[in-house]
Each structure stands twice: as structure tokens, then as C-alpha cells.
């Protein structure tokens, strides 16, 4: 009977182990979570994590992206409006931040590419912006 009991246990940890292992790909970093705070970021191979106390919190892709935001209105140095379509190129190199330091990162890339474009060109007069 205990050897049945034995081996049975030997099994479910074995499934334990093998349930928690996890290969992260290239170009793409896992932020793992112990207890609910943050623990480490894992990079691209083989990694375990602790059954039950550690956990995938995101997933961020590592590769440049390309964002398309829709046209901003923008005033220039004379006075003129002009709307300014934008196109920006992100690429994520602390995956950590990503995830902890800002509540949505897509809209503060937003607010922050048409800020800067809005700083740019108000400092311009119509005839130097194209």
C-alpha cells in the first residue's frame, strides 16, 4: 500500500515539474511575480517556476513596433492649425517598466509623441514645417 502511495507521489510531483517549466522564445521577456510582487524577468530559454508561488505576469514582445496614431492638431509659430499625422517607432528594452511603471504604456507613448510634435512644430513658422 505505501509503495503505491509513494510512487503515486512521485508522479504528481513529477507533473508538478514538468507543468512549470516554461521556454521563453526570442525577442520576448516574461515578467514573473512571486507572491503577487515582482521577482525577476525572465529572457529568451529554459526557465522553472515555483508551483503555486510564482506566476506569468505579462508577456512583452522585445521586437521594434510600429504605432500609427491618428492626426493631431497642432499650432504653429504664425498662428495657423494644422493636423499632423504621426507614425512612431517603439521598441521595448525594459520590459519591467513596461509593465510596472505607467497604468496604459500605448497611450503615454501616444501623449507623448504628439506632445513632443505639438512642441516641435509650435516653434515654426507654416513656411519652415513642410
Known amino acids: 500500500?505505501?509503495?503505491?502511495?509513494?510512487?503515486?507521489?512521485?508522479?504528481?510531483?513529477?507533473?508538478?515539474?514538468?507543468?512549470?517549466?516554461?521556454?521563453?522564445?526570442?525577442?520576448?521577456?516574461?515578467?514573473?511575480?512571486?507572491?503577487?510582487?515582482?521577482?525577476?524577468?525572465?529572457?529568451?530559454?529554459?526557465?522553472?517556476?515555483?508551483?503555486?508561488?510564482?506566476?506569468?505576469?505579462?508577456?512583452?514582445?522585445?521586437?521594434?513596433?510600429?504605432?500609427?496614431?491618428?492626426?493631431?492638431?497642432?499650432?504653429?509659430k504664425d498662428n495657423v492649425t494644422m493636423k499632423i499625422d504621426s507614425v512612431v517607432y517603439m521598441q521595448i528594452t525594459e520590459p519591467k517598466l513596461y509593465t510596472y511603471g505607467v497604468e496604459a504604456p500605448m497611450m503615454a507613448i501616444e501623449n507623448l509623441s504628439a506632445t513632443t510634435l505639438r512642441n516641435i512644430i509650435g516653434e515654426l513658422d507654416l513656411d519652415t514645417t513642410s
Open 1 to 76: 500500500m505505501s509503495t503505491y502511495f509513494f510512487i503515486a507521489l512521485c508522479v504528481v510531483i513529477f507533473l508538478l515539474i514538468v507543468a512549470n517549466i516554461r521556454i521563453v522564445p526570442q525577442s520576448r521577456a516574461f515578467i514573473i511575480e512571486r507572491l503577487g510582487t515582482y521577482c525577476a524577468t525572465w529572457q529568451a530559454g529554459l526557465h522553472v517556476k515555483i508551483p503555486f508561488i510564482d506566476r506569468i505576469a505579462n508577456t512583452v514582445t522585445l521586437k521594434e513596433q510600429v504605432l500609427d496614431f491618428p492626426p493631431q492638431p497642432v499650432i504653429t
